[in-house]
């Protein structure tokens, strides 16, 4: 893995929504540090590695049914946020909420509905 890194936040939903989510990334990203935990959270966050391969974004990305609409934020390199947001966009019906452009880091928020 690269060096470099996706930070994921996840806003809104239950604890299972965003277990749900992060799964969806693994394919692409592999496991994250940890998954999220706190049950009584309203905000949640998980840090992946970049992929390596660009072309891994393209994987079927395994999704599911979520109990209620979720904000997630997303942001690394453009690459990563871009396998990201595609990931997310196959696995679970998105709609896309905006985003923002640094020097050499990139933030998509989408809104993942059930």
Do not use: W
């Not at 809104?12 to 929504?17: L, R, V």
């Amino acid at each position: 893995m690269s060096d470099t890194q996706l930070t994921v936040t996840l806003d809104g939903g239950g604890i299972d929504d965003a277990r749900a989510i992060v799964r969806a990334l693994e394919g692409v990203f592999g496991p994250p540090g940890e998954l999220p935990a706190d049950e009584g959270a309203t905000v949640r966050t998980a840090t992946f590695d970049s992929p390596d391969d660009p072309r891994a974004a393209s994987a079927p990305a395994a999704g599911g049914t979520l109990s209620a609409p979720v904000t997630v934020t997303v942001q690394g390199t453009p690459q990563a946020v871009e396998a990201a947001s595609g990931t997310l966009s196959r696995a679970f019906t998105a709609r896309d909420e905006g985003a923002a452009a640094g020097d050499q880091e990139r933030e998509r928020q989408v809104l993942l509905v059930p």
